[in-house]
């Protein structure tokens, strides 16, 4: 990582999402995390409408955080896939982790939805970060 590239941070945000979705899908940890956030089938049904917006969305955040940690990587020197790994755990422990425990702390939600939450922008964060590197 040497400069901003907006293409990169544009694939670093698609891998986002795209991890996203199978991450979240009913067959991985989408049926799990439904039960414990307490949506049902059909609001699942009535929020399918909105997709595009709320995918459009979550491409738009991903995109950002992306940036920021680009800026980061340029700024530690990341130059190989081992750093981007670090780079992408760092960012997660340090900014992830602490802000999403809030649901478990304050909310009272189940420890293992934030595992499944948390968990999930680690391997996003990762994948950002070693796609960044191209």
Known sequence: MIEVKFLSIFFAGIASVAIGFVWYH???????????????????????KKMPLMAFFGLMASMLAAYVMNYFGIAWGVYEVIGAIELGFWCWAGFVLPTMLGIVLWEQKPFTLYLINALYWLVSFIAMAIVLLF
């Open 26 to 48: 009913p067959r991985v940890f989408g049926g799990a995390w439904m039960r414990m956030t307490n949506l049902s089938p059909e609001m699942v049904e009535r929020g399918k």
